[in-house]
């Protein structure tokens, strides 16, 4: 083989080939590339945004429903007080005994012997046993 023939063949080793494929990589994007990655950029980053806001308006709903004062709908005398039994462990309860009824309530209570109560029910169909001082305390639920 001659020298000539000699460089014919070099010229067509693997570097060549990589040598291509760099030149190929190396070239710039084009400009509908570039403006479709940041539209996909934007469009995730607005959907992240829209969730983290959707999650707080529902969890912020969800609070006000569970732990909002919900207005009185009806208030009737619940009788004055003849005696309080209060029920402890784990889940403390009472039941309120007036000269009216008996009234089942989800916590520990403290009312004066003789003293005038309400029971009041509010806009989420909950039941509070009411004292003078508007110190209220949520009846027993029924399960439902």
């Not at 983290?52 to 429903?65: E, K, N």
């Not at 009216?100 to 989800?106: N, Q, V, W």
């Not at 005038?116 to 009846?139: A, K, V």
């Amino acid at each position: 083989m001659t020298d000539a023939q000699d460089n014919k063949t070099s010229a067509q080793t693997p570097e060549t080939g990589a040598g291509q494929a760099q030149r190929r990589e190396a070239q710039p994007e084009s400009g509908f590339d570039a403006l479709q990655r940041r539209a996909l950029l934007f469009t995730l980053i607005v959907l992240a945004v829209g969730l983290g806001l959707a999650a707080l308006v529902v969890s912020g709903g969800y609070l006000a429903y569970r732990h909002g004062a919900p207005k009185v709908v009806a208030t009737v005398p619940a009788g004055r007080v003849l005696g309080v039994q209060l029920h402890g462990g784990l889940f403390s309860s009472a039941l309120v005994e007036t000269d009216i009824g008996f009234y089942s309530l989800e916590e520990g209570v403290s009312f004066l012997k003789g003293e005038m109560l309400t029971l009041q029910e509010r806009g989420n169909r909950s039941r509070f046993l009411c004292d003078s001082g508007q110190h209220c305390t949520r009846l027993l639920r029924p399960w439902e």
